[in-house]
């Protein structure tokens, strides 16, 4: 099945803001607020940083936030910092009892 | 503390089968969906499939449907994920995590196991 599309890339010094795309269809990111975002360090397991669309899960950074607009979901780092430099992927529930990954996005924290 | 330990590296050829496993810990494993997730070397994350613990609902991937089989063992908390016949694609590290959500839609992965690497080589 066709993965949610992201930006291979993304870069911004510290203390910008960044937001990285997160674009589906109908049958899944703009068809339910089933939205994910997580956070992958090198060698690391993934990490939940926004849930359904745009909760934060329990401390996580309030430079993260999350939101969606049709069929196209959106996560915004603020305040960058040298640590956020990760993996991001989003996810969303897919019509059919499914779960679909986006196919992953590369901050660099210049 | 809510925990997903799963079982250590796997050194395979191809033909051979394979069963891993993720054992929960800190919360009520029935109650919760645990999904499994693959990333091979250098790729991005690719969802497998789910099991709801408490009843064996078990839904895959079409992308994996027929490719793997997602099992678990309430009475030791332990999910499973297994092939009958591994091939050198299947090499990658695969991720067990809890998963949020009903019986009619999945919600977020909220907890992840430290991963089990699998290499699949003559």
């Known amino acids: 099945q066709s993965a949610l599309t992201q930006p291979a890339s993304v870069s911004g010094s510290p203390g910008q803001s960044i937001t990285i795309s997160c674009t589906g269809t109908s049958s899944d990111v703009g068809g339910y607020n089933y939205v994910s975002w997580y956070q992958q360090h090198p060698g690391k397991a993934p990490k939940l940083m926004i849930y359904?669309?745009?909760n934060r899960p329990s401390g996580v950074s309030n430079r993260f936030s999350g939101s969606k607009s049709g069929n196209t979901a959106s996560l915004t780092i603020s305040g960058l910092q040298a640590e956020d430099e990760a993996d991001y992927y989003c996810s969303s529930y897919r019509r059919s009892s499914t779960v679909v990954f986006g196919g992953g996005t590369k901050l660099t924290v210049l | 503390e809510v925990q997903l330990v799963q079982s250590g590296a796997e050194v395979k050829k191809p033909g051979e089968s394979l069963k891993i496993s993720c054992k929960g810990s800190?919360?009520?494993?029935?109650?919760?969906?645990i999904g499994w997730v693959r990333q091979m070397p250098g790729k991005g994350l690719e969802w497998m499939g789910i099991i709801y613990p408490r009843d064996s609902d078990t839904r895959y991937s079409p992308s994996f449907q027929g490719q793997v089989t997602i099992s678990a063992d309430k009475s030791i908390s332990t999910a499973y994920l297994q092939w009958s016949s591994l091939k050198a694609s299947d090499t990658a590290m695969y991720y067990c995590?809890?998963?949020?959500?009903?019986?009619?839609?999945?919600?977020?992965?909220?907890?992840w196991g430290q991963g089990t690497l699998v290499t699949v080589s003559s």
């Open positions: 995590a809890r998963h949020r959500g009903s019986v009619a839609t999945i919600s977020y992965a909220d907890y």
């Open positions: 800190g919360y009520s494993f029935t109650s919760y969906w």
């Open positions: 359904d669309v745009s």
